[in-house]
Structure formats: C-alpha cells, structure tokens
C-alpha cells in the first residue's frame, strides 16, 4: 500500500503517516490483520478470507495512493523469476495476451538493476508461458517488482483515492441535505483531510420519516470515508413557518438558507468545528448566484466552504457515483424547502437587505428551541 501525497510533506510527514496509520486501523478494527510500515509502504498482513474486506477498507481509506496484493519471496533473481512466472501464468489465465514488467530496485545492494531486472524477468516469463507476448506501450497487464526489504510481486495493482488523511485538517460541520451535491462536497474537504460532522434540517410533519432516514444513509456512506461523522438532525418547522408567515415571498429560500447557517454555525462553535461546508455550485439554482451566495453569508463569521463551487452537475454526478452516494441521492424525498418555492425568487439580493429581513424574522428564540432538541446520530464508524 502507498501512502499519497502526505510523502510530500517533508516534516509533518511522520505526523500524517501516524493518522494514516491509526484511521487504518480504525477501518480493519474487526479484522485480524498486521500492519507494517516500511519507507514509503504500509504492508497489511491478512488471511485469504478476510481480504474482500480488507480492499474494501483500502478501497474507502483517504490517504493512499494505491494498493495491492502482493507476495513477497527471497532475494534471488531464481525466486524473483519464479515469483514472475507464476503472476503470469495467473494472468494467461485470465485471458491476457500481453503483458510488461515493471522494476524498482530501493535495495540497491541487490545484483540486478531494474533494467536487467525486467529483461530477465520478462524473458523468463516469456519462455514459461506461451500466448504471452511483450507490449511495453498498451499491455493488457503489467507484473510489478519492487525489491525493498523483500523482493514483492504484484500484478493487481488498485489506485487509491489519493488526498490527506482523514484527521490532519482539523473538522468542519457540512449542511447535508438529501439532495446529490452536499455529499460529495463533504467527501472533497474529507479530502483534503478535513474530520467532517453534519448538520441536517428537517421540517416534520412537511418533510417525511423517509427523508431524514435517506439523509442518515447518506451519512453513513460519506461516515465509510471520514472515520465516522456525528449527525445532528435538526428540527425546522417553526423556523420555515416563521419565514413563511413574515418574509416577502421572493425572499424566503435565501431567508431559509440563512437561518440553515445561523444554527449551523452555532452548532460548529458548540462542537469545536472551523468552519461550515456546503454543497453550493454557483449559478446551479436561484439561491446561489454570487449576490445570495453574500446574502446567505451574510451572518456567519466562520469561514463557508464551498468544494463544488466551480463544478459543473455532470461532474459532480460522476463524483457521487464514484462514492457510492448517487443512487440513493437520487431517490425521490421531500426536501425541507418545498414548504415555499416562490414563482419569481430573488436572484441579486442586496446582503443589507438580506439582514435586514432575516433580524425582522426574530428568528433567535426559535432557533435556540430548535438547538436544545437536536438528535445527535453516529453514522458510518469506518466498517
Ligand atoms: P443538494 O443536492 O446537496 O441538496 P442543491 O443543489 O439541492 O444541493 P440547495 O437545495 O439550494 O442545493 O441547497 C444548497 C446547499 O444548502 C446544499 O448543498 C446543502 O449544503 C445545504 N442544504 C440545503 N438543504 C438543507 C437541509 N435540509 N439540511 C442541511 N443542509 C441543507
Ligand atoms: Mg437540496
């Protein structure tokens, strides 16, 4: 297993490689495996039954660059080819018809170099099974050496997700919704290596049952990348009936927003979190153009991030496909402002007037009742 990115960052690099370390372990609690670390590698030791579980873990660890099955054998050029050898029968058998090796020597006490390493690897792998050929440009597969403390042979080798890990950028409260962007915008600040919690607003008995239990499925997926959030569901109703009944109709989804992020950010101060994320994309809908983008911020002091703010929807379609949050996203919910959806929303809201009507709402005491009844969920605890 390769540790990402956190190799580039020269001091605190044993710093990360410790979180790294420890949110693997948090993962693979379950499991009876052994981790070594070496320069530049993690070397998980498993039995043959617990490993789907295992790269599953791998599959979801933030941090990594990539991974592999490999075995290791003694350092002799014999064991090395026979090592080979064998990886290519297994992928003959797998119908490939081309392959390349790939050599990297860190041990440089060991004879070969790693051109001499992949000609007579590759040589003798092409003697010992026929139907394989070479193709250095597009293989259909490609068989590893890399000769550290051991020799290692690999052929199945995964890409990780890259990023920091988990718990090296302090923590920030993500607004999720039940919709497709919140969640793949808290999976880019995770990240970034970011610890995530999550806030959601509900407006029972005008929201269902099923939607917050969707928001809570969504949680323990994005929880499966970040070592666990906590949840906190929030009720609204008052709130929205408040803004409802007091705010020119053209204001309110900007009114609700705002409210969403005075509690929010009361909730982040409680829990000790830096800062408020949203899965807000410019232009994507009428609240967020630039101006309500500045409306909605317009009360809060902590920073708001916004990872999607550039994307396009296809691309965060894709994004939450690979995360595995689309296909419930996508299922049909109730969401909390369908309580008002004005023909002719605001679309350049002036920040002063956005204060202006959100302080005639006196929305404080509502939404101090609404922070004393809040449900705290632990969602996805990295198994
Ligand atoms: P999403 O797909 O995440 O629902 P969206 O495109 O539907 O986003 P909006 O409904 O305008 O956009 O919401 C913008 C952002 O406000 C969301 O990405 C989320 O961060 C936050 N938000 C919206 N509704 C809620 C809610 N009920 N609870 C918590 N946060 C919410
Ligand atoms: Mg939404």
């Known amino acids: ?21 420890r949110n693997l ?9 052994r981790l070594e670390a070496h320069k530049g590698r993690f070397y998980l030791h498993t039995s043959e039954s617990e490993q ?48 390349k090796i790939e050599a990297r020597r860190t041990d440089k006490s060991f004879p070969h170099d790693s051109f001499a390493l992949r000609c007579l690897c590759g040589q003798a792998v092409l003697d010992a099974v026929p139907g394989l050929k070479v193709d250095v440009h597009h293989p259909d597969a490609v068989i590893y050496i890399e000769i550290r403390e051991k020799a290692y042979i690999y052929s199945d080798a995964h890409k990780g997700l890259g990023g920091l890990p988990v718990g090296t950028a302090g923590r920030g409260l993500l607004l999720l919704s039940g919709g497709i962007d919140s969640p793949v915008a808290g999976f880019f600040m995770a990240s970034r290596g970011m610890g995530i919690d999550a806030v959601h607003f509900h407006a029972y008995p005008y929201t269902s049952a099923e939607a917050r239990q969707k928001t809570v ?13 906590r949840l906190y569901v929030v009720g609204f109703t008052k709130v929205q009936m408040r803004i409802k009944e007091r705010s020119p109709l053209p204001w309110a989804t900007v009114l609700l927003r705002m409210a969403m992020m005075d509690c929010a950010e009361k909730i982040a101060r409680k829990i000790k979190s830096k800062c408020l994320i949203t899965g807000e994309s410019l232009s994507q809908v009428a609240s967020q153009t630039i101006e309500n983008l500045s409306c909605t911020q317009s009360i809060v002091t902590l920073p708001v991030l916004r990872p999607l703010i550039g994307m396009d929807k296809d691309s965060i379609i894709r994004k939450a496909e690979q995360i595995g949050s689309y296909r419930i996203s996508i299922e049909p919910y109730q969401d909390c402002c369908v309580l008002f959806s004005p023909p002719h929303p605001v679309l350049r809201g002036d920040p002063a007037e956005a204060v202006h009507w959100y302080q005639s709402l006196e929305l404080e005491p509502l939404i101090e009742e609404a922070l004393r009844e809040y449900e705290t969920i632990k969602c996805g605890n990295g198994e």
């Open 217 to 229: 499925r969504l949680a323990e997926i994005l929880g499966g990348y970040c070592m666990g959030i």
């Open 25 to 33: 372990r948090t993962m693979l609690s379950g499991y009876n495996v």
């Open 1 to 21: 297993m390769k540790p990402g990115e956190l190799v580039l960052k020269g001091d605190n690099r044993k710093a990360f490689e410790a979180v790294l370390k």
């Open 52 to 99: 789907a579980p295992v790269e599953n873990a791998l599959s979801r660890l933030i941090g990594i660059s990539g991974w592999a099955q490999t075995r290791s054998v003694p350092k002799t050029i014999d064991a090395v080819k026979a090592a080979c050898i064998e990886e290519g029968e297994k992928l003959r058998a797998q119908k490939a018809a081309t392959f």
